[in-house]
């Protein structure tokens, strides 16, 4: 901290905020060695990968004493965090969109008194290094706990328990369902309903010491409602009325506001030849939607054959054969910057297959309107590299037709609109064999394959054509016409 007078004062201002905001405070001196047991935390700093500027203290809750740690003490808690992909697909579905984040999330919830012991550090009062180290206690739940995630989302989910009364049912099923952690995506069908829901939502919130802010929305209508000092930074300084509204990140995916579409950064930081620097390259292309799968799948194979040579560690550099492949998709990387996906599924005015290097699966979304027009996206995509021992093509098309099934279900949960019906489409033959077959005994890794996907696409559709049959046998018996239905109490 004295070499570097910028850290120095990036940490103080740190800490300094934490006391002054009521997150931490002094141990008074007549408790200084009373407590016990009592645990002292170590902290450092980490600064933001995007924000050089950007400093955040961390307590290390997994340090060990005499063999123990903080975390290891904790109860991790039931994970109630929103499925990322769950989250992300809800905010296409609807014109409309709004992000915001909860201001210091888990500062806002509080520890109980009697277990500030354990939440002990030091610290220089005021910054002044030459003084005397003096004991704090945290008094909120901290990063670093491995308690604290599952703890701040309950008390979210408290929060909208508490709405549903005075807000709606809306707003709480928001509440419980647009956030992953601290970060709000939420998209809706009107202006009308956005505007609604930016006060409701954060009237609730605020009501139970949660603050929202840093509001970002492709409807400019909905950002003049918005305080100045609550829009994202970037857009403080905006001219709504003349600025085009700045590009921002939607849980890691970056979102052209003015456009309304999702783009992808062709630039990656160079790495090694080695084994290890191409699993950090594949992996910095942040895709959790799958729009680039196929990009990818060609760097996976290269992967999996390094894989396969014993011989070759994590930094070894790769033979020479993998050279040229390799350089060519780093050539090719450029084009991602061209990609374009729209965020929303529905426009303004409104398969699976495999080969011996990989296969996969792409889930479209297909809607139509009450004027009779159609509209087909891209809702997401999933792909798999072949495995190492060696497989037939007929048994990977069989698993793909699971991941397209897979897929499907994932996409099921998570969706908040009615779907009326699913279609899995496939170009090969032998699945259609599988699912078909009836005398044949097939091997245990197809049996199962077989299994799943005679459930999902024959059995379910003859359960509906069940339904359909016993419907007009029980109008036939009821004597109705065909555009009359049963009363309820008949239908019970």
Known sequence: MKLNPKYNEDY?????????????????????????????????????????????VVFDCSAKYQGSSLNDNLMQGPDMTNSLVGVLIRFRLKRVALMGDIESMFYQVQVPKVQHKYLRFLWWPGGELESELTEYRMCIHIFGAVSSPSIANYALRAAADHAKDKYGPDVEYTIKTNFYVDDY??????????LRLVKDVTAALKGRGFRLTKFVSNCKLVLKSILQEDRSKDLQTCDLDYDELHAERALGLQWNIENDYFTFSASLDPKPLTREGILSTVCS?????????????????ILREVCQDSSLGWDDVIPKKYYKPWRRWLDDLPILGNLKIPRCVKPKEFGTDASNEGYGAAAYIRLSDSRGRISTALLMGNSRVCPVKATTIPRLELTAAVVSINLA????????????QKFYHTNSTTVLHYIFSDGKRFPYICANRVKLVIWEVVWERQIRTVRKVLTLLFKEHAGLLDDELPHSSHRS
């Open 12 to 56: 103080v201002e740190f800490v300094e905020k934490l006391v002054s905001e009521g997150y931490a405070y002094k141990v008074p001196e007549d408790q200084s060695y009373d407590e016990q047991p009592a645990w002292y935390l170590p902290h450092h700093s980490v600064y933001h990968p995007k924000n050089p500027n950007k400093i955040r």
């Open 185 to 194: 995506l939420k998209s809706v069908p009107s202006e009308e309903q956005a």
């Open 409 to 420: 279900q994932h996409i099921l949960e998570e969706l908040t609109i009615e779907v009326d």
């Open 285 to 301: 292309l942040y895709n959790p939607l799958g729009f680039v799968v196929p990009f990818l799948l060609p760097t996976k194979r």
